[in-house]
């Protein structure tokens, strides 16, 4: 761990370093510079001011809110289930443990549309889980066509992130370490709190990042479920693609570079906070 | 190896016969709710030039929001005709790619509408809220599934009818964006489409009301079976003209000029005219339709967007580019 930054500094043993160097990153330029810097440049067809107004206007700014609340706070919820849910698929054995293990993958796999297709029918207010659900209360919880639908959402498609950025560290993590801890009279909680969750902190926070930033991006299992009003529930990448069917693509270019410039700051803000706790952990 | 002598064979002694009889395919981008109707059109049309002429046309047919459908012939979809549902999208391809000449809808009948719609309501079974006009839709307690105009067709055509018929009953502008404006707050969900908001209404089991094409209003009757929903028709509606036009230079660049031509105008055909009609459309022939589908369409008065709103260019413009009267409508710019 120590001797990870030097590295690069010293000597290097292993032979080929300017080649696959070259290679890393003529490949991300092509797949993934070449593309970004295409969409900063269809949007500098507008001005200043021009640009400036169409990513300020108040129904794209209901949208940046909605967006990256929501994805924060279903980010937030995987983290807590995503580390129960690791901490139960590596230290428990139980039968259908592994079919349970497989399951996490699902919302991976699956196209995301079908997810919002079936969240939709589920939560309808016909549906299985919406119609007990309208009955709770003098209002009645609605679920679909509310920013709660888009939240259910953004859970379902980041649910594993958590979960399979934890587990690999979770069953590198020795249980004598807790035995050692419980030893020297640590509580419960405090081996939890002061043993357990340091070593996993930067993994969580990996995947935290992770399934941030594909709620943010998402967009096929949201459209169907969010109800998509103006101001109330319209995520940014539902008017990005408003835009574009009303042929602007300058201004729907400009809001995908607000939103590109918004992510990466809280993705780096992400990684300097792990760097941060991985030094914390030293 | 051996095979590959006969086969190289049987190529050379195929060769000539596919040189005179031709296969040709077109490709046909048009928007949702014609689906069912051109894959029967199509039917009729190679089985008419495969008559005439002796080739065999495959008709490829391609499907969506009709912004979204214009927005992929703009980027590069080789679509030999575009078959949309309003005429702002063909002059989106006009204007951008010049595929498609300025002057495309004088060159078919009828604005290049062979076919007409416009919108009606369709209602819960029994119509339990008594809705019988615009003016039922804007109660209270009454809530109403409609898409976004700005992205759907169908939307966009519903709006207009409700603003041309609050105009007509109040009698200004404003008196209709009031009641445009209220309309809007019983719409609790807006999807991007037509189709879309038909499965919200039939299948999710929201709304009382839906605005919809006439044609997939009718479909939804015979798909569903008559035992669901039913038409109410208002006493004033939008003539809805779905235009078609030929994308000269992709027929052109795949030799196909002379057969998209002959299909557009196989639409004006007693059987095209007829087939429109067996699929909810209504022809603009209507003598050529069968008596029952065309006792199938109720009188009612559409008025057109040119006289009501000075054009499509000039409705977009106002009520639907952004900032517009449907963004203030909901509280943005």
Sequence with gaps: ?282 | MNFRIPLFAALVALAPGLASAKNVRLLNVSYDPTREFYVEFNKAFATHWKAKTGDTVTVQQSHGGSSKQARSVIDGLGADVVTLALSADIDAIAERTGRIPADWQTRLPAASTPYTSTIVFLVRKGNPLGIKDWDDLVKPGVSVITANPKTSGAARWSYLAAWAYAKHRYGSDDAARDFVTTLYKRVPVLDSGARGSTITFTQRGIGDVFLSWENEAFLALKERGEGEFEIVVPSLSVLAQPPVALVEANAKRKGNLEVAQAYLDYLYSPDGQRLAARHYYRPQHPEHADAADAARFPELERVTVDEEFGGWANAQATHFADGGVFDQIYGGK
């Design chain 1, 1 to 282: 761990m120590s001797t990870a930054a030097p590295v690069i500094a010293t000597r290097r043993i292993i032979p080929g370093f300017g080649l696959t160097l070259g290679f890393a990153l003529a490949y991300l330029g092509l797949v993934v510079l070449l593309p970004l810097s295409a969409t900063f440049i269809r949007s500098a067809d507008l001005s200043a001011a021009e640009w400036w107004a169409a990513v300020s206007s108040p129904r794209v700014v209901a949208s940046y809110r909605l967006t990256f609340g929501v994805s924060l706070l279903a980010a937030l919820a995987n983290v807590v289930f995503g580390v129960i849910a690791a901490w139960v698929l590596v230290r428990y054995r139980f039968p259908g443990r592994r079919l349970v293990d497989a399951l996490v993958d699902l919302p991976f796999a699956l196209p995301t549309a079908v997810a919002g297709i079936a969240l939709t029918a589920l939560y309808a207010p016909n549906g299985w889980l919406g119609a007990p659900l309208a009955k709770i209360g003098p209002e009645g919880i609605k679920v679909a066509y509310t920013a709660l639908g888009v939240w259910v959402a953004l859970t379902f498609i980041g649910l594993p992130f958590v979960i399979r950025t934890v587990q690999p560290v979770l069953e590198e993590l020795e249980p004598e370490l807790e035995e050692a801890a419980a030893s020297l009279g640590a509580t419960r909680l405090q081996t939890l709190w002061r043993v357990v969750l340091p070593a996993l902190r930067p993994s969580i926070l990996t995947g935290f990042a992770l399934a941030f930033a594909r709620a943010v991006g998402e967009y096929g299992s949201v459209v169907f479920i969010a109800g998509n009003m103006p101001m109330k529930t319209e995520i940014t990448p539902l008017l990005i693609v408003t835009k574009l069917e009303q042929y602007d693509y300058a201004g729907a270019t400009a809001l995908a570079v607000a939103m590109l410039v918004v992510s990466f700051a809280l993705l780096l803000l992400i990684n300097v906070l792990q760097l941060w706790s991985r030094r914390q952990g030293q």
